[in-house]
């Protein structure tokens, strides 16, 4: 299994301009995650979602949309990138309630975004 | 809504040295209990987690937790650190069963002095 992968790495952006970060799990997760991390901050989640067609929002949410049309698959959009929006952003996914295992979340790499 | 609150942001210790990191969390309900470890430049693992029964658990590479229900703690420890538990470390709650993620808190910087 390859896990939470996320692409890409490493994305320097303009103000104003759009991007997608990509996430992908191959655990069948029903529930997965995004967050940001910021130094001193700790994480802060900004969408999740419970299964494919199914979003909400976390506590920062400004900015950004989701969508779910896979249960493998939950991209983050950036709709007009801000100096605000320069973080770490970590996509997680874990098991539902029922589980064993549930709630734990498990992490992919990141994706390092700068905004100028 | 959820709070976790970690008392040292950072701490620095020499190798063999014993370690114990405080978190304490807001919510009286039911809860799951989590730390999570970052090693420099790599993602989240998790270390050990709490969902029911003993509330002493083990985790990875040492690490211990008591999870306090009366005093809505989750303290982690090791007896001897080593220089490879230069990391950050992450007390993280869940609250509830919805699927709204985990509560983390800032963080605990943890430097090992060889």
């Known amino acids: 299994n390859a896990g939470v992968t996320q692409t890409p790495k490493f994305q320097v952006l303009k103000t104003g301009q759009s991007m997608t970060l990509q996430c992908a799990q191959d655990?069948?997760?029903?529930?997965m995650s995004w967050y940001r991390q910021d130094p001193g901050m700790g994480l802060r989640l900004i969408h999740y979602?419970?299964?494919?067609?199914?979003?909400d929002q976390g506590e920062v949410p400004n900015g950004y949309n989701v969508s779910r049309s896979t249960t493998e698959d939950f991209p983050l959009r950036l709709l007009s990138a801000a100096p605000s929006q320069t973080s770490v952003y970590f996509c997680?996914?874990?098991?539902?309630?029922?589980?064993?295992?549930?709630?734990?979340?498990?992490f992919g790499p990141g994706t390092r975004l700068t905004v100028t | 809504a959820q709070s976790v609150s970690q008392h040292n942001h950072h701490v620095i210790l020499s190798e063999a040295a014993s370690l114990e990191l405080g978190c304490n969390y807001s919510?009286?309900?039911?809860?799951?209990l989590f730390w999570y470890v970052q090693y420099p430049g790599q993602h989240l693992q998790l270390l050990l987690k709490?969902?029911?029964?003993?509330?002493l658990v083990k985790g990875i590479k040492g690490f211990e937790a008591e999870f306090i229900k009366s005093k809505f703690s989750f303290n982690l420890r090791k007896p001897s650190v080593q220089w490879s538990d230069t990391a950050e470390y992450f007390c993280?709650?869940?609250?509830?069963?919805?699927?709204?993620?985990?509560?983390f808190g800032k963080g605990t910087h943890l430097i090992i002095q060889p």
């Open positions: 709490y969902f029911s029964g003993d509330p």
């Open positions: 993280a709650v869940k609250s509830g069963g919805g699927a709204d993620g985990l509560t």
């Open positions: 997680a996914s874990s098991y539902s309630f029922g589980n064993p295992s549930a709630y734990e979340q498990y």
């Open positions: 655990m069948n997760h029903e529930y």
């Open positions: 979602s419970v299964g494919a067609g199914i979003t």
């Open positions: 919510y009286g309900g039911t809860v799951n």
